[in-house]
């Protein structure tokens, strides 16, 4: 819950990431792609902060989520997240999509298109910690979460990044 006076205000003011030295996606490149500017960082967690709120609409923030996802599972998983630090001392999450070589891309700035996303949250309470990870595909989701939970060790091995294993 947030402390201060004013709650910040989702603007959906989506705009280019200049500091991405390669370049960042546009909103042009999402045009028409049929493919949402799904969120890595959600908006809604920065409801404290509005200069926070504001960064989260950086197009590198952004990637290419099929509605389904973004609207329903993604969302829903944000959403229980979000819950666990109402019950919790804290969380640390890593997030991010699977990228492979040949993905689709979208655009000018040929934005690859995932047929995955990962989602690892570290629970921390009372001195200790746990570990929970999703790997969802990019399509609409009618499952329950739990079916979207894979073991550390294998989304480790499929996404080729090692997570911290203790603190």
Same mark, same amino acid.
């Given at each position: 819950?947030?402390?201060?006076? !004013?709650?910040?205000?989702?603007?959906?003011?989506? %705009?280019?990431?200049?500091?991405? @030295?390669?370049?960042?996606?546009?909103?042009?490149?999402?045009?028409?792609?049929?493919?949402?500017?799904?969120?890595? %960082? $959600?908006?809604?967690?920065?409801?404290?902060?509005?200069?926070?709120?504001? !960064?989260?609409?950086?197009?590198?923030?952004?990637? *290419?989520?099929?509605?389904?996802?973004?609207?329903?599972?993604?969302?829903?998983? @944000?959403? $229980?997240?979000?819950?666990?630090?109402?019950?919790?001392?804290?969380?640390?999450?890593?997030?991010?999509?699977?990228?492979?070589?040949?993905?689709?891309?979208?655009?000018?700035?040929?934005?690859?298109? *995932?047929?995955?996303?990962? %989602?690892?949250?570290?629970?921390?309470?009372?001195?200790?910690?746990?570990?929970? $990870?999703?790997?969802?595909?990019?399509?609409?989701?009618?499952?329950?979460?739990? $079916?979207?939970?894979?073991?550390?060790?294998?989304? !480790?091995?499929?996404?080729?990044?090692?997570?911290?294993?203790?603190?």
């Amino acid at each position: 819950t947030c402390e201060v006076e !004013e709650k910040a205000k989702r603007k959906n003011s989506f %705009k280019q990431d200049d500091l991405i @030295e390669t370049g960042s996606a546009t909103l042009k490149d999402y045009k028409g792609s049929g493919y949402d500017r799904g969120h890595l %960082k $959600a908006s809604a967690d920065e409801g404290c902060d509005q200069t926070q709120m504001n !960064e989260t609409y950086y197009m590198s923030n952004m990637s *290419p989520q099929t509605p389904g996802l973004n609207r329903g599972g993604w969302k829903k998983l @944000e959403n $229980a997240v979000r819950k666990l630090t109402v019950s919790n001392d804290s969380l640390y999450i890593y997030t991010g999509p699977v990228l492979i070589p040949s993905l689709k891309t979208i655009g000018e700035s040929n934005v690859s298109v *995932p047929q995955f996303f990962f %989602k690892v949250v570290y629970i921390f309470n009372g001195g200790q910690y746990k570990v929970i $990870a999703f790997l969802m595909p990019n399509k609409s989701i009618d499952e329950e979460l739990n $079916a979207y939970k894979i073991e550390l060790s294998e989304l !480790e091995e499929l996404i080729k990044i090692k997570f911290p294993k203790s603190f």
